[in-house]
């Protein structure tokens, strides 16, 4: 098998778990989650998707996610927390963002879909409607989840999207993204 054949595999595989599993799971148990029942839970209609991953190849997976999605480059920069380059595609409402890291330790193909995940996606999200992520945002602050950063939400310019980041009970990250009008 090819290593291109072999790459694509895995990412097919990732993708379609995450589609498969994350999504439906996230829509299904996030309002369920709820402890405080005085609180109002917030509605949650996903406009869109997102997927961060990690790469071992960016060119290569540049050329792939362009030549197979039909995705174009919206930004290309190195991350402000890790050393890693990243680049953001945008599809039809939905953006990967492909994660080099400088230094990659070496890594063993995947034995089931478990260990395809924790290798390589590193967060996942989705694209609200404005309201919906007003509300989203103030919920969670409300119930004290746990944020990424200081809690605030961000700008992406780029992007063209407003964006917040919280880590799950597992240390799995979720962003949660809103369109700038």
Same mark, same amino acid.
């Given at each position: ?80 927390? !890790? ?15 492909? @994660?080099?890291? =400088? &230094?990659? +330790? ?41 944020? !990424? ?15 917040? @980041?919280?880590? =799950? &009970?597992? +240390? ?10």
């Amino acid at each position: 098998m090819s290593t291109t054949r072999g790459f694509r595999g895995s990412v097919r595989r990732c993708l379609r778990i995450l589609l498969a599993a994350v999504f439906p799971a996230m829509l299904c148990t996030l309002p369920a989650a709820a402890q405080d029942t005085t609180s109002v839970e917030p509605k949650i209609k996903a406009e869109g998707a997102f997927a961060a991953l990690v790469v071992t190849d960016l060119e290569a997976s540049l050329q792939w996610y362009e030549s197979n999605l039909n995705m174009r480059v919206v930004k290309r920069g190195r991350s402000p927390r !890790v050393a890693a380059t990243t680049v953001v595609l945008s599809g039809h409402n939905f953006f990967v963002e492909l @994660i080099h890291y =400088d &230094n990659p +330790a070496p890594t063993k193909p995947p034995q089931d879909d478990r260990q395809a995940l924790e290798n390589g996606v590193v967060k996942v999200g989705m694209i609200l409607n404005q309201p919906d992520f007003d509300s989203l945002w103030k919920y969670l602050h409300n119930r004290a989840v746990n944020f !990424v950063g200081d809690g605030g939400i961000f700008s992406d310019k780029e992007m063209g999207v407003r964006s917040f @980041i919280v880590r =799950d &009970n597992s +240390a799995n990250l979720l962003q949660f993204f809103a369109r700038i009008r």
